[in-house]
């Protein structure tokens, strides 16, 4: 198995194998041309996601865009992320429809062992993340490897999200938690 599939399936790998090295520089170079685009550049813009990301059909994601491989990034219709976005996507990154980011968002699917020999040997993890449909995800929020957030859920400013978060809830909080369910019928 190579150190690329070790890494999609989510296994221990090493980062600094050659091909991984220069995805990771061809991605880094893209984000480059993506953030230093001019505001009113929307056509070129998409491209280069298109170029970029695994999948996408129509997003906006305002400038600074930051992510390890982008292959792995799948974003579902109707995207938005406001400023300063960084997705890590060891694995895969799945995010469903209708889906808006505040600023300074981070979702990292990738991991590195508790144990110190074992970090320092340079090996690392990955967990897939999956986002729903639906989803607001407040300021300044951190979603960590392996995270399943549910359709419908609101995500509050500042919050680290560590475990999976149920569909049609807000949560909140360090770690994030469930604060309450969303009743459809009442949502506005």
């Known amino acids: ?35 230093n685009l001019a505001p009113d550049q929307n056509e070129e813009k998409m491209e280069l996601f298109k170029t970029l990301l695994g999948k996408v059909e129509e ?4 400038p600074s865009f930051y992510c390890d491989y982008g292959y792995n990034i799948h974003l579902g219709k109707n995207f938005y992320s406001n400023h300063n976005l960084v997705i890590l996507d060891v694995c895969p990154v799945i995010i469903g429809d209708n889906v808006m980011f505040g600023p300074n968002v981070t979702v990292t699917s990738a991991g590195h062992p508790i144990d110190a020999e074992t970090r320092n040997s340079g090996l690392e993890f990955g967990k897939k993340i999956t986002i729903g449909n639906n989803v607001w995800l407040g300021a300044n929020v951190t979603v960590n490897p ?27 909080g360090v770690p994030c938690k469930v604060i309450r369910e969303i009743d459809q019928s009442q949502a506005a």
Do not use: H, Q, W
């Open 1 to 35: 198995m190579t150190e690329k599939e070790k890494m999609i399936a989510g296994m221990g790998y090493f980062p600094s194998d050659p091909v991984l090295k220069k995805e990771r520089e061809l991605a880094k170079a893209l984000c480059f041309k993506l953030n």
């Open 59 to 62: 997003a906006n994601i305002e």
């Open 146 to 172: 392996g995270v399943t957030i549910g359709d419908n859920v609101v995500i509050g400013s500042g919050s680290v999200v560590t475990k999976d978060i149920p569909a049609n809830t807000v949560a909140a």
